[in-house]
Structures are given as structure tokens and as C-alpha cells.
Nanobody, 125 residues
Framework: QVQLIESGGGLVQAGGSLRLSCAAS???????VGWFRQAPGKEREFVAT????????YYAESVKGRFTISRDSANNTVYLQMDSLKSEDTATYYC???????????????????WGQGTRVTVSS
């Protein structure tokens, strides 16, 4: 089991930046930590994920080049740096952890067993 606590959401103007944090505790070996988001009335969608071991990262096409996922192993924290934010990035962002996999499952919600409570990001245009 991995416990996750997100922070860093808020209100920002379009073109601005925010950094989300996900503090992890518990069994973090051989896991991947991902960010998903869910806008009102829409399904939860994959944003990015990073392998705890090795640091390989993967992104949704919609955020590639604007968002950067990273991890601080010493502090058991995963970050999502969000730059050049757009109004369509408005959503509740969730941090999630699952068993590391190189398959497409890393982009799916069913690949993650543990979820944080979510943090709200609002981008005003």
C-alpha cells in the first residue's frame, strides 16, 4: 500500500505555471506514480507518469512539452510542473501509484491501485 497526499493546486491565469506535489509513503519500490485529471462532466484522463526506479517518464500528447513530471527519491515526492497552462487544463488533478509496467496500462486508471484525494487546478482565460 502507498499513501499519497497532493498539494499545490490553485487558480492561475492562462499562460502561467503551477507545480503540484505528491508526497508518497509506504511501499514505494517498483512503483510508478502518475498524475491524472478529471474535469467536470468528463472521464478521468492520464496526464503523466514516472517510474520510481530509473525515472522513465511518459506524457499524454495534450501536455507534452508543457508539463514535466519528476521525482525526489530522498523526500518520496513526485512533482508535476505545469507551464503554459491553458483553460482546458482546468480540472481536479489526482496522484496515483501502481505497480510499474511498460505496457499501455501505465496510461490507464486501472493500472493504479492507490489514489490521492485530488487537488483543484483552475486556469482562467
Amino acid at each position: 500500500q502507498v499513501q499519497l497526499i497532493e498539494s499545490g493546486g490553485g487558480l492561475v491565469q492562462a499562460g502561467g505555471s503551477l507545480r503540484l506535489s505528491c508526497a508518497a509513503s509506504g511501499r514505494t519500490r517498483h512503483i510508478m506514480v502518475g498524475w491524472f485529471r478529471q474535469a467536470p462532466g468528463k472521464e478521468r484522463e492520464f496526464v503523466a507518469t514516472i517510474f520510481w526506479n530509473g525515472g522513465s517518464s511518459y506524457y499524454a500528447e495534450s501536455v507534452k512539452g508543457r508539463f514535466t513530471i519528476s521525482r525526489d527519491s530522498a523526500n518520496n515526492t513526485v512533482y508535476l510542473q505545469m507551464d503554459s497552462l491553458k483553460s482546458e487544463d482546468t480540472a481536479t488533478y489526482y496522484c496515483a501509484a501502481g505497480v510499474q509496467t511498460t505496457t499501455i496500462v501505465r496510461r490507464l486508471t486501472r493500472g493504479y491501485d492507490n489514489w490521492g484525494q485530488g487537488t483543484r487546478v483552475t486556469v482562467s482565460s
